[in-house]
């Protein structure tokens, strides 16, 4: 008798075991990932994740659009789940971004009432000096097909990272000539700046005021000239343009004219060597005193000596 009553409880407790699972389980069916978009303010040309400055990180906006479905006695299967933004690289690394689980409460509406649908807008931030890979969603549910909980690796449903870097504006250069000491430079302001004394020549050519990919720096080096008796020389003050950062190598005439060792500055950006769209600038000399002249295109005085290209940049036109 007492075996009876021990074996009747140990099927009461498994019964009782089953009808637990089997109401959990049956509280659970496929949610479905409908759509994985990035919103419109972050996508590249032609669709993915446009990234546009290498050196800092990419924040962007997404969303998941989740459906669940509805019990053929009224109301919504369980609509609970979770999912992790994953980047991957090109050499199948990978880091994760951002996670979220997702709750019954996600999938009412305005009114709290509930649907069958659940749209999850989500903030990312794609770490500097990601380029290129993709981004997919791995997605943990119950799936009713294997009557389990199983995560995914959704890479069917990518999102590519595409780099789209900025263009850099041209910026014109200008060529400034001073009005009676023969002296000359280059500049990046226009006419309406030109200092007292000073006339502007007007574009000679376009360059970068600031860094373009594959343009390197142009330094300005300033110099004093003076003639043969040590008296300053016309022009006094020389200008000399140069990608090098080392001191000119151009002899000067006179007693005691000279180059400074160091570039003043950055005067602006060009190319060492030929793109597509620009002319060689070259390196005129006057043959009769220290005077060097940065011109591209159109007629020099013959009393000018081509030496030799000094970078690359786009046309004045």
Not at 168 to 187: D, Q, R
Request: glycine residues 8%.
């Amino acid at each position: 008798m007492k075996n009876l009553k021990s074996y009747k409880g140990i099927c009461l407790l498994a019964l009782f075991f089953f009808l637990n699972v089997f109401a959990s389980k049956a509280d659970n069916a496929d949610i479905l990932i409908q759509t994985f978009k990035i919103y419109p303010e972050n996508l590249a040309p032609g669709g993915g994740l446009s990234v546009s400055d290498k050196n800092a990180s990419t924040p962007f906006k997404f969303h998941l659009d989740l459906s669940r479905p509805a019990r053929s006695t009224g109301g919504y299967y369980s609509g609970e789940c979770s999912f992790v933004l994953v980047y991957k690289d090109n050499n199948n690394a990978t880091i994760d971004l951002v996670s979220r689980k997702v709750t019954n409460a996600d999938f009412n509406d305005g009114l709290g009432k509930p649907t069958g649908s659940a749209i999850i807008p989500m903030d990312a931030v794609l770490p500097k000096g990601i380029l290129n890979g993709m981004l997919y969603i791995r997605f943990t549910y119950f799936n009713s097909a294997q009557n389990k909980v199983v995560t995914e690796e959704r890479t069917n449903e990518r999102i590519q990272v595409i780099y789209t870097e900025k263009a850099v504006p041209k910026a014109p250069i200008y060529m400034v000539a001073g009005t009676n000491n023969g002296e000359y430079y280059l500049s990046l302001n226009d006419a309406m700046s030109t200092p007292a004394g000073w006339s502007n020549r007007g574009i000679y050519y376009h360059a970068y005021k600031t860094q373009a990919p594959g343009t390197i720096p142009v330094y300005e080096f300033k110099g004093k000239s003076y003639d043969n008796d040590g008296e300053p020389g016309l022009p006094a003050n020389l200008t000399y343009y140069s990608t090098s950062n080392q001191k000119p190598t151009e002899a000067l005439t006179g007693s005691g004219s000279a180059w400074e060792a160091a570039p003043s500055k950055v005067a602006f950006y060009a190319y060492s060597t030929q793109v597509p769209g620009t002319i060689p600038v070259y390196c005129y000399s006057h043959e009769r005193m220290n005077l060097f002249l940065f011109i591209a295109t159109g007629e020099v005085s013959d009393l000018l000596v081509k030496k030799h290209i000094a970078f690359y940049a786009f046309p004045a036109q």
